[in-house]
């Protein structure tokens, strides 16, 4: 795997890291998941005009990838409805590296080298990890579970037919630029959830929006960019270390504990990243 790749994938995991640190401080979920959309939206409406369309044979895959995206705000928004984010997420992105290795195998004939696989498991191990180490300070929630566990199945799905749709667009940046214009049925749902309520509050927060927006804007395009060009199952395993970056950010920033087994699996992501870099 390239190393500018994986830098450019570890630069996304960052971001994303960054991006849910804002997520963790928000008191309205709704407003920081249509700040995402709508930040994706603005971007993809002005992409569209300056970018080569992708190719016929790749619509399909912008409509399946475009389902599971308003899956995952479904199942996001509920998993933090019964969860504790220190649990949820880490259980939601931990799941799909190996849903994505499993998925390229079958849809994209995609085959890891059993060395890479190791790697794949090795860092979603990890990752999953973490969830356990706020277990003694939070209410153990089986709905919760089962939303994260459906969000991260949800993520596998997206990521599978992103890499396979942009492999097929013949343009990466025009693939990239529509599956963020479809992200305005979400807006236009929060809008109408909200009523006149949302506009309000983006004007007010303004400024965390526009960080959250271009955040994850930045970030989800350079993981499909990259995943043009590497093994959908190991840019899914670095882009999901992010969850160990907001750990470290937790441990270090905020004196989150227990700091242990935060660190722990955090040497075992970093084992996995190594080996996947190496092996695939």
Known sequence: MPIEITIMVLGAAFLHAAWNALVKKASDRLLVLSSVALGQFIVGSFLVFFTK????????????????????????????????????????????????????????????????????????????????????????????????????????GYSVSDGIGVRLSGSPFGFIAWLF?????????????????????????????????????????????????????????????SVIMAALIGTVAFGERPWQTRIAAAAMVAGGIVIITTGT
């Open 181 to 241: 214009f479809f992200e305005w049925p979400v807006v236009v749902f929060a809008l109408l959830r909200r009523r006149g309520r949302l506009i309000a509050a983006w004007r007010a927060h303004w400024e965390s929006i526009t960080g959250t927006a271009f955040s994850s804007v930045l970030a989800y395009g350079i993981v499909i960019y990259a995943a043009n060009v590497a093994p959908l199952s190991a840019v899914s395993a670095l882009r999901e270390s």
């Open 53 to 156: 369309p992708p190719d016929p044979s790749s619509w399909p895959a912008i409509a399946v990838s475009c389902l599971f995206h308003y899956l995952y705000y479904f199942f996001l928004f509920h998993a933090y409805r019964f969860g504790d984010l220190s649990q949820v997420y880490p259980i939601a992105r931990g799941v799909a590296p190996i849903l994505v290795a499993g998925g390229a195998a079958v849809f994209g004939g995609e085959i890891l080298p059993p060395a890479a696989l190791f790697g794949v498991v090795l860092a979603s191990t990890g990752i999953a990890g973490t969830s356990w180490t706020q277990r003694g300070h939070a209410t153990f929630n089986k709905v919760a579970v089962l939303y994260a566990a459906g969000t991260g199945a949800v993520i596998a």
